[in-house]
């Protein structure tokens, strides 16, 4: 039912720049950094930004009833091509009979936190992806230092490439200082 494969989150932010949006996109799970990126893909893309004061709506599922969001999301566009509404934390809403229904007409993504192994793939491609290069060992201390919380370890990461001025590769020198 859900989508739970790795690189998944690849495929939908792909689809989503090529604006090639889904009526629904539910996602879930125990890992918020996929989710994030995800999220702030559909915002960046889905509207204009002149577009979104009257067409986005951001409500918090601890905070909203499911009518709220159903009559949200029924609203007629005005001056855009679409509504855009977003339901934070709606995990709560992990009803089997809602999950089949939402994943006939859109996307239902379960971002899972990643196991220890999975860790230095992850590293490496970020930092590939970022135009860097990393030593094994600073793989290995990285994970043994934040773990597998991919929001704290990405923030890392970004702020190691904003002190290589230059350099391309991070060390288990640069990790050590």
């Known amino acids: 039912m859900a989508k739970k494969e790795q690189n998944v989150h690849l495929q939908i932010i792909s689809d989503i720049r090529k604006k090639n949006f889904k009526p ?3 996602l879930m799970g125990d890992e ?3 989710i994030d990126l995800i999220t702030d893909t559909i915002i ?3 509207l204009d930004d002149a577009d979104r004061d ?3 709506t951001i409500v918090y599922g601890a905070d909203v009833e499911i009518s709220t969001v159903i009559n949200a999301a029924k609203r007629y566009p005005m001056m855009a091509s679409r509504q855009l509404v977003i339901v934070k934390e709606a995990q ?3 009803d089997k009979k809602l999950l089949a ?4 007409v859109g996307i239902v993504y379960e971002s899972k936190k990643l196991y220890d192994y ?5 590293i490496n491609g970020y930092v590939t992806e970022k135009g860097f290069t990393i030593e094994q060992k600073a793989i290995a201390m990285l994970g043994d230092a934040i773990g597998n919380d991919l929001s704290r370890l990405t923030g890392e990461l970004d702020k190691l490439s904003i002190i290589l001025q230059g350099n391309t590769r991070i060390t288990a020198a640069l990790i050590e200082h």
């Open 24 to 26: 629904v996109y539910f």
């Open 32 to 34: 918020p950094y996929y």
């Open 44 to 46: 960046d893309n889905a």
């Open 54 to 56: 009257f067409n986005q």
């Open 92 to 94: 709560m809403l992990k």
């Open 101 to 104: 229904e939402l994943n006939s």
């Open 118 to 122: 999975q860790l230095p793939p992850f």
